[in-house]
């Protein structure tokens, strides 16, 4: 049981008289790719807002490397290490690619105001070394060629890798992505696929929510299926596939 | 990494230079008594600004400037203490002040933020007007508050009871403020405030602690609110309740919008045109003095809504324009 880096153990979570998830349990192995799949309201980024700690579920655990994280604060939870990335494109649109990675990997800036203020020699050194990261993950997400753009001015595919290169720099163990392949053409969504499975190569673990039902069976080995909020299948995507109720959940029943 | 110095720093510091020798083409005190009124209406609009850069905007900033003022005051009149002593003590007061109230209101965001501030503001007010008169002064407030004056024995001393005098007192002071108002936005921590204001969920979930960072720029905007509440009761000599209710936030609210939003030039340039326009230039006319203030205000607000500052780079802007026609 040592190698499960994350359990969800009976989670709940409802909203007035709609039950979101319900009794939900799963675990994440250290280094994997979970797909977390399902139709349009199964609760998917219900569970993905309790991990990340802007929901408090209603009932139930999560338990991350032996800790209990379900009351902590997202900021807590994210020091931690589990970053997340959002379904709806969210950056820091009026800064520039690369001012919105160094917000990104702030955590490990140790910022003293005195430091800021007199530019001291050690904030200097300490911003020197972050530079350097903060150019070798640009470079990783192909965004180098956009140093100085405004976020905002970024199309839509290059938004979302800079989302995800935000979420890098914050050193994440685990890696929640919201939906990474949302709205992007086919040849975005090669190359998002092959940026994830060389983060995964890095030693992340990732906690994947996604439409794309070939991107899911290509990258992940795993897959866990939400229908309502409960979980109606689990297994390898090429299973899970086979199963009449997932089948039916994804094209409706027959009555 | 040596930055290259932007043409704004170079305007700004001959600027400077220009206004340091001022007083040999003129010692006319009114002249002086309203530039060191713009000097501290400046380092109150960079205070206000460093908390709309966090995206709240604090009603309740004059109060802190009130708090200042009146903790320097009592300092320099009850304990005797000279104002060097007071006017630190007065930022520290009003910045740990702010550090309870934003621990508490900081959590609340747009209107309800306001409401609070607000509340905040009437509830100072109401204590300074109505509760231990014999300390605070009642209503009419306190009155006769000493300049302050400096003396080495045997080297040199000066009381700064002449505007002259103050003038230059003021221009070290704003100058310490736009230094330590500049390298905060060039740095990390300024680019955190940003980023706050900008994605609030976004910036949380990387791990920054909003509440800590809001908390920490509330703070050093309410201490540089006590510093203009200082130096404007040592100024003025008379402070009262009124001085710093919550009308008295909406004319610098004014320069730092008219001005531009965000960026630590524009609320100088703002302070600075608004006050010289309504103190040297608007004055004769008399009854309409604030009508005509008010529709300039908005004429600034509807064409540049980025403020003042925005003018060089509109005008290169429409050059391009002019000359790609041709």
Redesign the interface.
């Known amino acids: 049981m040592s190698m499960n880096l994350l359990e969800v153990a009976h989670l709940t979570k409802r909203f007035g008289g709609i039950l979101a998830v319900n009794d939900l349990n799963f675990s994440i192995t250290k280094g994997e790719i979970l797909g977390l799949i399902g139709p349009n309201g199964a609760g998917k980024t219900t569970v993905f807002n309790m991990i990340a700690g802007m929901f408090r579920p209603t009932s139930g655990e999560i338990t991350y490397m032996g800790e209990k994280i379900h009351r902590f604060k997202t900021s807590r939870i994210a020091q931690l290490g589990i970053i997340r990335t959002f379904q709806l494109t969210n950056l820091f649109g009026d800064m520039t690619v690369k001012q919105n990675v160094i917000v990104g990997s702030h955590q490990n800036l140790g910022i003293s105001i005195w430091g800021s203020i007199f530019n001291t020699s050690p904030t200097r050194s300490k911003e020197g070394r972050i530079d350097k990261e903060i150019d070798s993950i640009l470079t990783f997400m192909g965004l180098s060629d956009y140093y100085d753009m405004l976020a905002k001015n970024l199309t839509h595919g290059l938004q979302r890798r800079l989302a995800v290169a935000i979420a890098l720099a914050a050193e994440p163990i685990l890696l929640l992505l919201d939906e990474p392949l949302q709205g992007m053409n086919h040849q975005e969504v090669k190359e998002m696929l092959d940026c994830i499975t060389a983060i995964k190569q890095q030693g992340k673990t990732i906690l994947l929510v996604e439409h794309n039902m070939k991107a899911v069976t290509s990258i992940c080995e795993k897959v866990i299926v939400l229908n309502f909020g409960e979980k109606i299948d689990e297994g390898s995507p090429q299973k899970v596939m086979q199963n009449p109720k997932v089948i039916e959940a994804y094209l409706g029943g027959e009555e | ?1 040596i930055k290259k110095p932007k043409i704004i720093d170079i305007v700004y510091w001959a600027i400077f230079i220009g206004l340091f020798f001022l007083p040999l083409f003129t010692k006319e005190s009114y002249i002086f008594h309203i530039f060191c009124l713009i000097g501290i209406n400046i380092i109150f609009a960079c205070s206000l600004n460093t908390i709309l850069n966090i995206g709240e905007l604090n009603l309740a900033q004059t109060t802190f400037m009130g708090i200042g003022a009146y903790i320097s005051a009592l300092i320099v009149m009850r304990l005797a203490l000279p104002f060097w002593i007071a006017m630190p003590i007065a930022m520290m007061v009003s910045a740990t002040i702010s550090l309870a109230i934003g621990f508490l209101t900081l959590r609340f965001k747009g209107a309800y933020f306001l409401l609070f501030t607000f509340l905040f503001a009437e509830l100072v007010r109401v204590l300074l007007s109505n509760f231990w008169i014999g300390l605070f002064g009642g209503v009419p407030g306190l009155t006769n508050i000493p300049r302050p004056s400096m003396s080495i024995p045997g080297l040199f001393s000066i009381k700064f009871s002449s505007n002259i005098e103050f003038y230059y007192l003021i221009m070290i002071l704003v100058l310490v403020t736009i230094f ?1 108002m500049r ?2 936005d060039m ?6 405030f ?2 706050i204001s ?2 609030e ?10 509440m800590k960072f809001k908390i ?1 720029g509330c703070a ?1 905007g309410c201490g540089f609110a006590g510093l203009a509440g200082s130096l404007y009761a040592h100024f003025v000599g008379i402070i009262t309740p009124h001085d710093f209710s919550i009308h008295a936030v909406l004319a610098p609210v004014a320069y730092v919008v008219v001005g531009g939003m965000g960026s630590v030039y524009g609320p100088v340039l703002g302070t600075t045109f608004l006050m010289a326009l309504s103190h040297f230039y608007l004055r004769q006319f008399g009854l309409y003095e604030l009508l005509i203030y008010g529709v300039i205000i908005i004429m600034i607000i509807r064409f540049m809504p980025e403020g003042l500052i925005s003018i060089p780079r509109n005008v290169s802007h429409w050059y391009g324009r002019l000359s790609k026609k041709e």
């Not at chain 2, 969920?201 to 909003?210: F, I």
Request: no cysteine; hydrophobic share 50%; net charge positive.
């Open positions: 990494m330590v390298r905060i740095s990390r921590l300024g680019l955190l940003k980023a900008q994605s969920s976004l910036a949380e979930s990387t791990g920054l602690s909003a920490l050093i």
